[in-house]
Every structure is written in structure tokens, then in C-alpha cells.
């Protein structure tokens, strides 16, 4: 063994021990310790709501039933098919199609934006309803837990569009990861805010 390969060597192994073994996902270790943190703040948000309907039942139980699920079950199945864009997006590049995987990562945006117009609407009726974010515990939960993802929703197409312009496999994989996160995050959402009791 070389000198070189043995510097090369310990500096992998070095990076291993750095990462804790997330280098071994795909896309960038330090995206992986950014969605980790993120789940943690999401389970909190979670575990807080759930308490929280522990105390007030009945009334979260009335609160719950002027959600638009039909809105929240649309929004789950927009998120899911845009995940499935970007997983079609690291395919393209993993096969070096980058032209291809460029538009799987535009129709994953515009799945997001998708999204977020379903929430904005979503969000206007409960204006017009009255509902705002002191109108209960509940609604305030909902507006917090709902608001803090439609920001992640923001931030996740951002992230698209910039890889998009830099397609390297790294980048794509980086970029799907944390879009997987938003996808997921908004899969527990979905049914512990609107379905159940």
C-alpha cells in the first residue's frame, strides 16, 4: 500500500467517523443531520397535539370535524406523487439522462406548489370562516404544526430548483432526501390532525 493510498485511506475513515455513518445514505451527511433534527421538532409538534386533544377531547373532536379533509387527502397524494418524481429524478441521474432528471425535479416542485395552493385555499376558508390561530387550542396547533410544514414545503422546492441547475447525483440524491422528509412529515400530519379522534 502506497502512501497516498493510505492517506487516502485514513481520510475515509476519518470522514466515516465525522458522519457516524450517515455518509453512508444517500446525498450529503450534513442533510441527513438537518432532517433528523427536523423529524425531532415534527415529533414534538405531534406529541404536543396529541396531549393536547388528550385534555380537550370534545372539543378537538368539534374543531376537527371543520376540516377540509377531502383538501388534506388531495394534498397527501400531491406530496406522494411528487416523492415519486423525485425518486424518477435520481434514476435519470444515475442512468446520466440529466436533461430528464432536470424535469423530474421541475414536476416535483410543481407538485409542491400544487400543495401549497390546496393549503392557501384550505387556509382562506378558515379565514373566512372566522377561524384563526386564537380561535382554540386546536386551531392554534393546526395553523403552527400545518404552517411550520408549508415552510418546509417552500424551503424543499427551493432545494429542487437549485439542484435542478447543479443535477450531480450527490446533489439529486441530497435534494430528494430532504423532499422525502416533507413528504413523510405531512403523512403523519395528515392523520393526526384530520382523522384522528
Known amino acids: 500500500m502506497t502512501a497516498q493510498t493510505q492517506l487516502s485511506s485514513g481520510a475515509e475513515d476519518n470522514d466515516t467517523a465525522s458522519w457516524g455513518g450517515l455518509e453512508l445514505l444517500p446525498g450529503h451527511p450534513i442533510m441527513w443531520v438537518l432532517i433528523l433534527s427536523e423529524l425531532v421538532v415534527f415529533g414534538a409538534f405531534l406529541l404536543t397535539f396529541s396531549g393536547a386533544r388528550v385534555v380537550d377531547p370534545q372539543g378537538f373532536a368539534q ?33 446520466g439522462n440529466i436533461c430528464r432528471s432536470r424535469l423530474w425535479l421541475v414536476l416535483a416542485s410543481l407538485g409542491g406548489a400544487i400543495f401549497l395552493i390546496i393549503k392557501m385555499i384550505e387556509y ?74
Open 63 to 95: 374543531d376537527q370535524m371543520q376540516l377540509d379533509r377531502l383538501a388534506g387527502g388531495i394534498n397527501t397524494l400531491v406530496l406522494l406523487t411528487s416523492g415519486l418524481f423525485a425518486v424518477f429524478a435520481i434514476q435519470a441521474v444515475n442512468t
Open 124 to 197: 382562506r376558508a378558515k379565514f373566512d370562516a372566522g377561524i384563526g390561530l386564537e380561535s382554540s387550542t386546536f386551531f392554534t396547533l393546526y395553523f403552527l404544526i400545518t404552517g411550520f410544514h408549508a415552510l418546509h414545503v417552500v424551503l424543499g422546492i427551493g432545494i429542487l430548483m437549485v439542484v435542478a441547475i447543479w443535477p450531480s447525483r450527490i446533489n439529486v440524491e441530497t435534494g430528494a432526501a430532504f423532499w422525502h422528509m416533507v413528504d413523510m412529515v405531512w403523512v403523519l400530519v395528515f392523520p393526526v390532525i384530520y382523522l384522528v379522534r
